[in-house]
């Protein structure tokens, strides 16, 4: 029995020797012995341990504050991983308050012929900055950096903000070994939230009860006489309450790594964020903020920085009278005052769902941010007696809005009600036209927010294929150089895109540019038409001349139909992905060419004309060929039906570009007569 | 002569000067030549420099431009750097719109307030106030104006009345006001006298430019700086962070630098020197010492900036890297250097222009405090042999090799007895090979399976190394884009062996690929050069304007062994090709070793030089030349059987 005890108090020993004490300052040798992260041996850093606390402090004369304590300790591989020792705090304010850091203490550990080395983050190596108006910014790089060191460092955040509770970020660049989070909240703060990601990660809850002491002070005598003593007495109070807790302790959580064509990483991101739905003081009426997407659109709606900027409509009355006249068709109307706006009030490049200077501001002086610039498009669209609502929406950098959140939304656009369905409009886009909004708001849904106060969702993704038409008479010569005309016909977003590079560059560049794409082609009698007149499709034509386009080769000639305009690439160049792929919206391509043979020259064979379809009608590549005397004729179609692809999809997408790449290159055979 | 007389004169040539600037405020009036390539017209740029001694100088500018487009915006530069030395007294902006009528006014707390740390620094406590404005309608007129003040003096405006590409100039004026007792250096560079008018009289330099055309960028050009109208100036007595200073010459600058700025920084604390004095312990060959003392700092610092003050000039202590173990360009020099001198090596602190693009020297007979330079490296002198460059911010760099970051360009070295302009390592055009060697066989289906070694020197050797730190997952994708030609390929093989004794760096690799040549029928086209097919042509420019500039030129050399497909032998194979001319040369050759094997052998030069616009599209034709043999094809034929 004696020695069962021993060996499972060993056994009980070797365990605690084992496992790694994450108190402050206990580093371990076997960490700093780690020569590359066992989960992930590409890491050039990994967070050993990461621990952030958030509460709720009482303050006598501040209130509730909110306080969050943060722990790190990092592990630096090598050289690539040095920019993890240098850390930046931001800390908010506006106007009088603002955000502090205090007890920022940092240690870089070091292992030094056997024996731990500890260097204490100086003064020296803290900077504070104010960064702007909105922010102050704490840096602090550490001391003595070698590869194979950890860095740990602990600090305190006081924040008067308690309506901005900062995400819980769980997934890093780097892989996190173990990480502790913890939030709490007293019952007048009723918090809601919201998980995201691919790993699944919920918290453990629990309550516990807590007290605030007040301290009173009262003060007799000392009325001024001079004679009486003055004396002062304290007394306190107990105010209990319970205070709700969810902590989180997850182990080796990977990496997040970037893969091309991924609309926002941040969307796959393990993250929980609370949201304040509530706050309920004692004997005084609750202050809703959100729960559900109904409270967030209606908190939204009764900022005075939305619905009621909304409703002003006196600024502008007597202009879109004088604009809308007698039209009194409503898509005419749309058009009128959906380019009116658009050539009154510039972008000034700031997003928001709230305005800033406010509409009437924006209207004056002809600049605007986005809310300004729809809501008022909005406002006088009602003007105009049309069924127009504001639209809510993320933008792709914003990220998808997954749970109710005042954050989620950070764009507002406009929309029209018509018997034929729902157009979207923004303004703020100098290219975009009803139904084209620019590619920064095409982000999964919206919502449509009524007079009433109901809302729901729309889709942003245009359903509506923008299209490319290309027409090319070409004439190959028996040195295999060739001349020829092009004409392209280009409309929706892939007309806006155009136009973008078109307008917004000296010609003489463009046309360089254009060039220079299509490495050193000559191009002569360039022409665009429609570029201005947004309503039409852009018309591209021009002369062209090509050297070296087919391979001559003893008496026959060798050479792909499409020449320059072939795909020569696969863009999907990864083995395999997580994430789904993003084209923006729906596409299809045409392009019809028509190649004049060189004389003495007959077909020896042509490629076979051949179809290939993604399943789920995502997509289709058709390619017709025939050819008869001196003229060959190719009919291409490529058409991508949806805007976004499932990664489940990944592998035949990826094959699917293969197959389209590989026709495209196959040659014609010429013989010579 | 009445004063009423002089009152109405006096107004007379109020309304005049008025009148004269008003008509600038409209973009009608712009002269033709000027609006072509541009995308904005400095219609006048008014720069006052007034020096009230060596320690006051304030500046005064007013700029009038015309945003023609939206690319234009980038050119208002309507900024204003302040910090603790430096003061704006005067900050404001008014807006035009095309007919010269006002829109806007915007004063000085209404521009942006921000810290002015660019992405490189950590720390830095200079500051920018900024205008954020956005345009109703192009084209439009902004006139910027403001003033500042300034203890240091070391720092004089140059004038520059060109400072951007697409950007061209009606009118811009310079003018320095100065106490006789200070002399003025000055430097005129690529100015003609058509463009410029100069008048100098006691205590006053004038400089009038008008109508320069809008410089575009093209590929192979000189650096901007290099071809820009551009008049520098100096005093020979000036103030720095409080620091008095009279200098001649490069000489005399380089001993007043070490004096104040360098001398007493080197104490390192007795560990670090028990440290480096037992590595070295054995070592007699100062070279050796000093890449042991190389290697040491590499190991043991990195790169953080800070900069504050004085400390925009003047390194950090070395006892202050040794605490940290990091430090700026200045901080890590410094610190290098003062090893150095415990173990016996004697090196020297030197200021130079770093910049990858742009080989600018510092000029040999323009002596100037700042301006001229944005870097700092370290040089050990060599009495017979090369100097040795050493590049102290890098953790990665061979020793004594800087790469083009530093490369081919005139520095100043600073030592004890004084300042001299000493010129940086040039990479030679064969320094800079890359060799390849390895073979590939061609399926019967299609397939090429490749196995090659490549080895990059020089300048070669500086494009790659990067590489030899990259996780596998970046390298596959590097691979793939660097071969970006040959699709749908999988890398069996990956080494990477980064030599920095030899400074070499090798590549070993192995990829499998489908459908690489295209099988027509019968026949399979098998484009020869599978491994370093050049497909870059340099850009077409209908009407070059700028001369040839070639930075550096690089050799490559391959030799593949290609083993053919059994059921295919060869129908036809493309014959030698040799090009020679003054930008470089090129052979490739096809030879049988047997009825399956044929051994592909390439030689690519390009020579750096400079030379005039003219040659630009021959420069263009022999890379297109280049890029068309590259892509020659051998025809094989299917077996009867």
């Known amino acids: 029995m004696k020695s069962i005890i021993v060996i499972i108090v060993l056994l009980f020993t070797c365990q605690i020797v084992l496992s790694q004490d994450y108190g402050f300052g206990k580093v371990s040798k076997e960490e700093l012995e780690e020569k590359f992260n066992p989960m992930d041996s590409s890491a050039n850093a990994a967070y050993l341990y990461k621990e952030r606390k958030t509460y709720f402090q009482y303050l006598e004369g501040e209130g509730f504050m909110l306080f969050t304590d943060i722990h790190e300790r990092i592990k630096i591989y090598n050289q690539e991983g040095f920019h993890y020792a240098t850390k930046s705090i931001n800390l908010y304010k506006s106007n009088s308050t603002l955000e502090t850091v205090s007890n920022l203490k940092a240690y870089t550990y070091n292992l030094i012929d056997g024996k731990i080395e500890e260097t204490k983050l100086k003064k020296d190596g803290i900077f504070k900055t104010e960064k702007n108006k909105f922010i102050n910014e704490t840096k602090l790089t550490m001391p003595n950096i070698k590869e194979g060191c950890v860095v740990e460092l602990r600090y305190k955040v006081k924040s008067p903000f308690y309506q901005n509770v900062d995400e819980f970020i769980f997934q890093h660049e780097i892989p996190v070994k173990k990480l502790k989070a913890r939030f709490e909240a007293p019952e007048y703060f009723v918090f809601k939230l919201n998980v995201k990601g691919f790993l699944s990660i919920a918290p453990k809850k629990e309550s516990k009860n807590d007290k605030i002491v007040f301290t009173h002070k009262s003060r007799r005598g000392g009325d001024g006489s001079g004679s009486a003593t003055t004396k002062t007495t304290y007394s306190s109070s107990n105010l209990t309450f319970v205070k709700y807790i969810s902590s989180y302790n997850v182990d080796n959580i990977p990496a997040l790594k970037e893969e091309p064509y991924v609309n926002n990483i941040n969307n796959y991101r393990a993250s929980a964020k609370y949201e304040l739905s509530y706050v309920k003081y004692p004997q005084e009426p609750i202050k809703y903020y959100t729960t559900t997407w109904e409270d967030v659109v209606k908190t939204i709606y009764e900022d005075s920085r939305f619905g009621a900027e909304l409703n002003k409509s006196g600024y502008y009355g007597k202009d879109i009278d004088a604009l809308i006249g007698t039209i009194s068709d409503p898509v005419g109307r749309i058009g009128l005052i959906y380019d009116f706006v658009k050539s009154k009030v510039k972008w000034n490049s700031y997003t928001g769902k709230y305005t800033d200077g406010g509409v009437r501001k924006a209207y004056k002086e002809q600049v605007g941010n986005v809310a300004e610039i729809n809501l008022m498009l909005t406002s006088m669209l009602r003007y105009a007696g049309l069924d127009a609502n504001p639209v809510l929406v993320s933008t792709r950098r914003n990220g998808i809005p997954l749970f109710p959140t005042r954050e989620g939304y950070n764009y507002v656009i406009s929309s029209v009600q018509l018997p034929q369905g729902v157009i979207l409009l923004d303004a703020t886009n100098k290219y975009g036209a009803p139904n084209i909004l620019p590619s920064r708001t095409l982000n999964w849904e919206g919502r449509i927010i009524r007079k009433d106060g109901s809302s729901s969702l729309i889709n942003l993704y245009p359903k509506k294929k923008s299209t490319s038409s290309v027409s090319v008479m070409v004439s190959l010569n028996e040195n295999g150089d060739i001349e020829g005309g092009i004409r392209t016909v280009k409309t929706d977003h892939k007309a806006m895109q155009y136009r973008v590079s078109y307008l917004e560059t000296n010609k003489d560049q463009f046309l360089e540019d254009l060039e220079n794409d299509y490495e050193g082609l000559e191009i002569s009698e360039f022409n665009v038409k429609n570029a201005e007149d947004l309503s039409k499709p852009i018309l591209e034509s021009y002369k062209f001349v090509k050297e070296s386009q087919a391979d001559v080769i003893g008496d026959k000639i060798y050479f792909s139909p499409l020449f320059f305009l072939r795909s020569k690439e696969n863009p999907f160049k990864l083995e395999k992905r997580e994430f789904p792929v993003d084209f923006g919206y729906p596409s299809k391509s045409t392009s019809r060419i028509v190649v004049n043979l060189p004389e003495g020259f007959k077909i020896e064979s042509l490629p076979e004309s051949s179809a290939v379809a993604l399943p789920d009608n995502l997509g289709v590549f058709k390619f017709n060929i025939s050819g008869s005397g001196s003229k060959i004729q190719l009919i291409l179609d490529a058409e991508i039906n949806v805007p976004i692809v499932s990664p489940v999809y990944y592998d035949t997408l990826k094959e699917f570009f293969k197959q389209m790449v590989a026709k495209e290159n196959e040659q014609i055979v010429l013989t010579k007569v | ?641």
């Open chain 2, 1 to 641: 002569m009445s004063i009423k007389y002089i009152i109405r004169v006096l107004i007379i040539f109020a309304t005049h000067t008025l009148l004269s600037q008003d008509h600038l405020y409209s973009s009608l009036t712009i002269p033709e030549n000027l609006s072509q390539h541009a995308n904005a017209v400095v219609r006048l740029n008014e720069v006052t420099v007034t020096l009230e001694s060596s320690s006051e100088m304030s500046v005064r500018e007013k700029r009038i431009i015309t945003v023609l487009n939206k690319e234009g915006n980038e050119n208002i530069n309507a900024y204003v750097h302040y910090d603790k030395g430096i003061k704006i007294r005067a900050l404001q902006v008014l807006a035009f719109d095309a007919f010269g009528e006002e829109i806007k006014k915007v004063k000085k707390n209404d521009f942006k307030d921000v810290s002015a740390v660019s992405g490189g620094t950590l720390y830095s406590d200079s500051r920018v106030k900024y205008l954020e404005y956005t345009p109703i309608k192009y084209p439009y007129t902004i006139e910027f104006t403001y003033e500042t003040v300034s203890g240091n003096t070391a720092f004089i405006p140059s004038f520059t009345p060109i400072g951007e590409y697409f950007v061209s100039v009606e009118n811009s004026t310079y003018t320095m006001n100065y106490p006789e007792t200070i002399t003025i250096r000055k430097k005129e560079k690529n100015f003609n006298d058509d463009i410029l008018k100069k008048e100098e009289s006691s205590g006053r330099i004038f400089y009038e430019a008008h109508n320069l055309e809008a410089f575009k960028p093209e590929a192979y050009s000189p650096s901007f700086r290099n071809i820009v109208p551009e008049v520098l100036l100096a005093t020979n007595e000036f103030v720095y962070e409080g620091v008095q200073a009279k200098v001649e010459d490069w000489n005399t600058m380089g001993t007043w630098f070490y004096n104040n700025l360098l001398k007493g920084r080197d104490h390192i604390s007795e560990k670090t020197k028990q440290e480096i004095l037992r590595l070295v312990e054995d070592v007699t060959d100062p070279i050796e010492k000093a890449k042991i003392v190389y290697n040491f700092v590499q190991e043991n610092t990195r790169y953080i900036s800070v900069q504050v003050g004085i400390g925009g000039m003047q390194p950090i202590a070395a006892i202050d890297v040794d605490n940290v173990k990091y430090g700026d360009c200045k901080g890590l020099t410094n610190y290098t250097k003062s090893l150095l001198d415990l173990v016996g090596v004697k090196s020297n602190y030197t200021r130079l222009y770093a910049s990858p693009r742009d080989q600018i020297s510092v000029d040999k007979e323009f002596v100037s405090f700042g301006g001229q330079t944005n870097h700092v490296i370290l040089n050990i002198p060599s009495e017979n042999e090369e100097n040795i460059w050493l590049e102290c911010t890098s953790q990665k760099l061979p020793f004594g090799f800087i790469g083009d970051f530093t490369d081919d360009r005139d520095v100043l070295v600073i030592t004890p007895e004084g300042g001299k302009i000493v010129h940086t390592k040039k990479y030679t055009t064969k320094e800079n090979t890359q060799t390849l060697t390895g073979q590939y066989s061609v399926s019967n289906e299609g397939s090429i399976e490749a196995a090659f070694i490549v080895v990059s020197k020089g300048i070669q050797y500086d494009n790659k190394y990067g590489l030899a730190t990259k996780p596998e997952r970046d390298l596959d994708k590097h691979y793939k884009d660097r071969w970006s030609y040959i699709n749908n390929m999988t890398i069996d093989k990956m080494s990477i062996d980064n030599d920095k004794d030899n400074i070499e760096f090798r590549e070993t690799l192995n990829f499998k690929a489908t459908n690489y040549p295209k099988i027509v029928a019968n026949r399979m086209l098998l484009t020869v050069n599978a491994l370093n097919r050049n497909t870059h042509v340099p850009d077409r420019y209908r009407n070059r304007t700028l001369p040839l500039k070639i930075k550096r030129g690089f050799k490559d050399v391959d030799e593949v062994e290609i083993i053919l497909p059994s059921d295919y032998k060869v129908e036809s194979l493309p014959g030698k090709k040799t090009i020679e001319n003054k930008f470089g040369s090129y052979t490739s050759e096809v030879i049988v070793k047997d009825e399956n094997t044929l051994i592909y052998k390439r030689t690519f030069v390009i020579n750096d030089g400079e030379f005039p616009k003219e040659g630009y599209s021959d420069f263009r034709n022999f890379y297109k030349e280049v890029a068309k043999q590259d892509n020659s094809k051998i025809a094989l034929i299917k077996n009867q059987s």
